[in-house]
T-cell receptor, first 116, second 109 residues
Framework: GAVVSQHPSWVICKSGTSVKIECRSLDFQATTMFWYRQFPKQSLMLMATSNEGSKATYEQGVEKDKFLINHASLTLSTLTVTSAHPEDSSFYIC????????????FGSGTRLTVV | RKEVEQDPGPFNVPEGATVAFNCTYSNSASQSFFWYRQDCRKEPKLLMSVYSSGNEDGRFTAQLNRASQYISLLIRDSKLSDSATYLCVVNRGGNDMRFGAGTRLTVKP
């Protein structure tokens, strides 16, 4: 089945630094990848949709200059949290899709970011 | 109002109990529906898709009522390993998935 690898699993960084999270589709080519954020006891919130070779589409309220998304190949998308602040501490999860699918899709294992 | 609403629980039930979760969605154009399971500090994993005719997978039964915009999940003969958060997920089309906040279930011995 489709496997999505995400790393790092967890990261602790200082305020003001940047953190890069990688999401890879291991056994398929993902034309679209999605980035979500989940705060404790809350639902997954879609941050942005990343299409290979084009700019990401950000959801309302998500700062595109703060959360940089790059989807340079069909198997890799990266999310960089720039100038991180403690309020950016959250669980970030990616998922990947093969073209237009209406069935459920697979998630990466998530990255727990703590900004101190 | 949230697009996908679930009772957050927690539901605390004994082993062997039957438990039901409900979910409502507001976008009538939603195309497909799912239940995901999420364990603490882990990614969500697909439990089952939900079809209009209702569908069953072992101890799990899912129902969809499009007219009422309502989805349900029934778990029979609960096991300790069923303890998790259950997410109701609605696909608005074109891979645009919206998640409920989840319902927490704890199955106790």
């Amino acid at each position: 089945g489709a496997v999505v690898s995400q790393h790092p699993s967890w990261v602790i960084c200082k305020s003001g630094t940047s953190v890069k999270i990688e999401c890879r589709s291991l056994d398929f080519q993902a034309t679209t990848m999605f980035w979500y954020r989940q705060f404790p006891k809350q639902s997954l919130m879609l941050m942005a949709t990343s299409n290979e070779g084009s700019k990401a589409t950000y959801e309302q309220g998500v700062e595109k200059d703060k959360f940089l998304i790059n989807h340079a190949s069909l198997t890799l998308s990266t999310l960089t949290v720039t100038s991180a602040h403690p309020e950016d501490s959250s669980f970030y999860i990616c998922s990947a899709s093969i073209g237009e699918r209406i069935d459920g899709y697979t998630f990466g294992s998530g990255t727990r970011l703590t900004v101190v | 109002r949230k697009e996908v609403e679930q009772d957050p629980g927690p539901f605390n039930v004994p082993e062997g109990a039957t438990v039901a979760f409900n979910c409502t969605y507001s976008n009538s154009a939603s195309q497909s529906f799912f239940w995901y399971r999420q364990d603490c500090r882990k990614e969500p994993k697909l439990l089952m898709s939900v079809y209009s005719s209702g569908n069953e997978d072992g101890r799990f039964t899912a129902q969809l009522n499009r007219a009422s915009q309502y989805i349900s999940l029934l778990i029979r003969d609960s096991k300790l390993s069923d303890s998790a958060t259950y997410l109701c997920v609605v696909n608005r089309g074109g891979n645009d998935m919206r998640f409920g906040a989840g319902t927490r279930l704890t199955v106790k011995p």
